[in-house]
């Protein structure tokens, strides 16, 4: 089975400051592991990826991850926060289930960042 | 290169009435999600395409839901009758493959009264 878990619901941070946006994942395969934004009344954008090359993924907009196996996570973090920033970011997992071949997309809850002028 | 197109951007209906949402995809993309997005929450599944073929469907209520994709292009997800518990965001995305990140359009606001 595969999930995700966001560890913060809300995460405020001041501009300027770095940000840390926390994820879990659990998964029975290879999981590719992804971070998606998405700004109040507008579509999901790709923010990167994790398809099991580099365990350090970079980016748009500044933003890295890093895949950590014997820990299951896959945080996000920005070295500086801009108030463009301030949207939602959901955590997803994608597996590969050899078996069928099958690959679905499953997100966390979603973390709510706020950046503080 | 367009995005995913989805129509309408917004819908009011009234409870036990009929909806449907379009999406067209990114050209060449094989697969196609229908996802649902309540309020707070993160998207849902309800249908994953490849091609013209639904590969699952687990979570799309049956008695209420229906989806197709027809030509393996444009699909069109129904409701019927809806709910008040019906009312989220639905929102189609789309990948070059199985497993590729997907790509999702703005999505369709639906409000059940």
């Known amino acids: 089975a595969q999930s995700v878990t966001q560890l913060d619901s809300h995460v405020s941070v001041s501009e300027g400051t770095p940000v840390l946006l926390r994820c879990n994942y659990s998964s029975s395969y290879s999981p590719s592991l992804f971070w998606y934004v998405q700004h109040p009344n507008k579509g999901l954008q790709l923010l990167l990826k994790y398809t099991s090359a580099a365990t350090m993924v970079k980016g748009i907009n500044g933003f890295e991850a890093e895949f950590k196996k014997s820990e299951t996570s896959f945080h996000l973090t920005k070295p500086s926060a801009h108030m463009s920033d301030a949207a939602e970011y959901f955590c997803?997992?994608?597996?590969?289930?050899?078996?069928?071949?099958?690959?679905?997309?499953?997100f966390g809850t979603g973390t709510r960042l706020t950046v503080i002028p | 290169e367009a995005g995913v197109v989805q129509s309408p951007r917004y819908k009011i209906i009234e409870k036990k009435q009929p909806v449907a949402f379009w999406c067209n995809p990114i050209s060449g993309h094989n697969t196609l999600y229908w996802y649902r997005q309540n309020l707070g929450q993160g998207p849902e599944l309800l249908i994953r395409?490849?091609?013209?073929?639904?590969?699952?469907d687990s979570q799309l209520p049956k008695d209420r839901f229906s989806a197709e994709r027809l030509k393996g292009v444009d699909s069109t997800l129904k409701i019927q009758p809806a709910e008040l518990g019906d009312s989220a965001v639905y929102l189609c995305?789309?990948?070059?493959?199985?497993?590729?990140?997907?790509?999702f359009g703005q999505g369709t606001r639906l409000t059940v009264v």
């Open positions: 995305a789309s990948s070059l493959r199985d497993g590729a990140e997907a790509f």
């Open positions: 395409y490849e091609n013209e073929e639904a590969v699952d």
């Open positions: 997803v997992v994608s597996d590969s289930l050899k078996r069928t071949g099958a690959n679905n997309l499953f």
